[in-house]
């Protein structure tokens, strides 16, 4: 009866635990309009913001065109790379997006891992997600408005038929939502199962599934986000 | 956990900013450095390209030289050799009648030489004569009457000599 109750007491005291590590608090008010509250995804996201803009800075200066050293190889691999494989995957229409993706990719990349750090990731963040997901199906809609016109961009509803014009608006709500729960979820659902393991077992577990929901998941749901974000990105200027 | 507000327009702006700070700080820089040597490399490959072109053309224009030249000094060759014959010839004949000249001479010497002869044995014959005859004769004649006789006696004498032998 006494263990009964002391289980029970455990479990409540791991389920306040967990919703402890998953909301996400408010860091500071800003004192006009009545408070703006700034959560914690925004001011991690601008710390990754400052971090990746100063090694930005820091990794380009003294590019050379002849004789490139080590450093440079790396990072014209890296950036090159990327570069590439947008570019292959989104066509020459497509091309003046690319920064976009990469910048998304590296940002969604850093927001995952940046849980190894100690800091919350800001992709556990409805808002942030969210942002994402909206951001992305403008650029979508706007490259096809870009390319097509406002004539051609309001006939692509109807294509391949008209009758099915109303799951094609529909479509532009379900995409940006699919991309957003798809990330916030993994990101989310991952962070509560590392939690469960690390309050169960606190050494040498977590190593092996830290891995796997940290590192592997991480950076293959930003790559998910992104490849989605530039097969739309071609759909829509093809 | 669940909650939708304004830091998702935040989080918007952020992502706007961190794209344009990326595209500047990053993703430009590199591309442009790599799109610089990717010109570069294309560029100096059609110098090459072109230096290539260039020595071809100078090797055959090198060779038409030299075979051109070749033909010309085996012009020259044959303009020397015939050069060289005509001159073999003409010294070869101005030799041959230069010989033919020295010859005649020679021969018209010579027999110059043995008129001379004759006619200085035909005056001291006829001085022979003279003074055989005076012994002969003995007797004083006027010595420009008795030449003249003595002269015409020998070369009459001669004359029939010379008629006799033939």
Redesign the interface.
Known sequence: MLSLRKEVSITEDLAEKL?EE???ETVFTIPIFGG????E??VV??I??AA??LL??C??RN????N?GRK?QV??MA??GL?SFFDDLIGEEGRRYV??L???A??IGVANLIGLLGLKP?TK????T???A??SIVLIEYAGFHRKGLKGFIKSFAEPVAIIAPINILELFIKPLSLCMRLFGNV?GAFVVMELIKLLVPAFLPIPFSMYFDIFDGLIQAYVFVFLTALFIKEAVE | MLRLDMNLVFNMLNLIVLYLLLRHFLIQPVMGIMNKRQAMIENSISNARNSEGQAAEIKKQYEEKLAASSQEGSKIIEEAKNQAKVQYDRILSDAGEEAGRVITEAQRKVEADQEKALNEAKAQIAGLVIAAAAKVVNQEVSALSNKALYDSFIAEAGDSHDAGSN
Do not use: F, H, R
């Open positions: 919703l998953l909301t996400c703006i509250p700034i959560a995804s925004v996201t601008w990754i913001m990746l803009t930005s800075i990794l380009v590019l050379k065109v002849e490139p440079q990072l014209e950036v090159g570069y920064p976009y990469i910048s998304v590296i940002y800001p963040d409805l808002n942030t969210a942002a994402l909206i951001i989310l």
